[in-house]
């Protein structure tokens, strides 16, 4: 089991940009290169939802809604793995967790993000 912790999130305007991470600092680099991962959020009473995946191998996918607008990346010596969001939308306000893919039992705590319309 990977801990996984998040960070970057905040309060912007519709249209500005942020950038989280998600860093394994108790991880060794054997156990965290072969995972795959995933950004996923949840909206205040709604579930919790895939964002976009990232393979060992770097190949990616999103969800239609953020498509050309979200880059997940990875950056295996740092051990951490990135969601770059741009063009933010109110409707993308949620907490983003990330986790392997498929997710392990363990969640972290999240990193809000805030959009003002």
């Known amino acids: 089991q990977v801990q996984l912790v998040e960070s970057g999130g905040g309060l912007v305007q519709a249209g500005e940009s942020l950038r989280l991470s998600c860093a394994a600092p108790r991880s060794i680099t054997s156990t965290f290169n072969p995972l795959a991962f995933a950004w996923y959020r949840q909206a205040p009473g709604k579930q919790r939802d895939l964002v976009a995946t990232i393979t060992r191998d770097r190949s990616t996918n999103y969800v239609d809604s953020v498509k050309d607008r979200f880059t997940i990346s990875r950056d295996n010596a740092k051990k951490t793995v990135y969601l770059q969001m741009t063009s933010l939308k109110p409707e993308d306000a949620a907490v983003y967790y990330c986790?392997?893919?498929?997710?392990?039992?363990?969640w972290g705590r999240g990193t809000q993000v805030t959009v003002s319309s």
């Open positions: 986790n392997s893919y498929p997710p392990q039992p363990y």
